[in-house]
């Protein structure tokens, strides 16, 4: 079918509109990776920094070299492994005999749900509890307050109640249990869902701070994400004299050292999300349509 006058110019201004859209959302990486890599006196030249003129990995070596970062690397896969997979489990878990209607107090269970969704404690009684049970200075305060969540829970029930029950009727039949049926039949038929919730999961514990903030006092339990604010709120110079980065390295200015430490921080989930995004579409559709 041949395109009028009309229609090609439509299209060429769509074009446009998307590749103007595109480069405003990649600037801002190619400008912090740009900067990481750049000596001194180019990261302080003016304009675009589309790529780097003068190439110095000085940056990179002052930020590798402080121990701090390799700790802070160390604790966030922590959280982030550990804390995914318990999630995981335990959100398939609360997921399952909610997607059964014949659960009893399932409504009552399923309000009080919706409530946490909307109503919250506040953070002074959220602090007097993880010191009550004992979590302050503890790795597993990164886990265990945020081990599940009501909305993940409604999206995988959703997700378990569109499976037909005959799968879990033949089961039975075949003389399968609740947790046989459940691993073996709704968690592998439920992997798009499951794995849009492990990556929503990942990148939370992977970009989350202020947990460690409040909760954490040593330093040798502090996550990556507090480096890099220690790094980009305060001055770099002023971590440079404490000894947080290394000092002998002088081809690097304060932008260098911030942008560095970024690409450093966000280098892993960039790695991670190819993996995913074809589960990410079809999970939240198919777990978002029935209520």
């Known amino acids: 079918m041949k395109r009028t006058r009309g229609e090609k110019i439509f299209n060429w201004i769509n074009i446009a509109l998307l590749v103007a859209l595109a480069f405003l959302s990649l600037y801002p990486f190619i400008y912090v990776f740009s900067m990481s890599l750049s000596t001194a006196a180019e990261a302080n030249r003016d304009g675009l920094h589309l790529y780097p003129r003068d190439i110095s990995f000085d940056a990179y070596k002052a930020v590798f070299t402080n121990p701090a970062i390799w700790i802070g690397y160390v604790n966030a896969i922590f959280r982030t492994v550990v804390g995914t997979a318990l999630t995981v489990v335990v959100t398939c878990l ?107 999961t990942a990148v939370m514990h992977w970009n989350m701070w202020f947990d460690a903030l409040l909760y954490i006092n040593d330093e040798n339990k502090l996550v990556l994400q507090m480096f890099l604010r220690r790094i980009v709120v305060e001055n770099s110079t002023q971590l440079i004299e404490q000894g947080l980065v290394n000092p002998d ?35 939240i559709m198919v777990g978002g349509v029935k209520g």
């Open 94 to 200: 609360c997921a399952y005999p909610l997607s059964k209607k014949h659960l009893p107090g399932r409504r009552p269970i399923l309000f009080a749900m919706l409530i946490t969704m909307l109503f919250q404690g506040g953070l002074v009684p959220m602090y007097l509890l993880i010191n009550g049970i004992g979590l302050i200075d503890s790795l597993w305060v990164y886990v265990l307050p945020v081990l599940t969540s009501a909305f993940n829970i409604i999206l995988v029930k959703n997700f378990f109640e569109a499976i037909p029950e005959s799968l879990e009727e033949a089961a039975c039949i075949d003389g399968a249990g609740p947790w046989r049926t459940l691993f073996q039949i709704y968690v592998p038929l439920s992997k798009p869902i499951l794995a849009t919730v492990a990556l929503w």
């Open 249 to 283: 390295v002088t081809q690097f200015t304060a932008e260098t050292i911030k942008a560095a430490t970024v690409v450093v921080t966000i280098l892993p989930m960039l790695a991670l999300y190819p993996f995913v995004q074809r589960y990410f579409v079809k999970g």
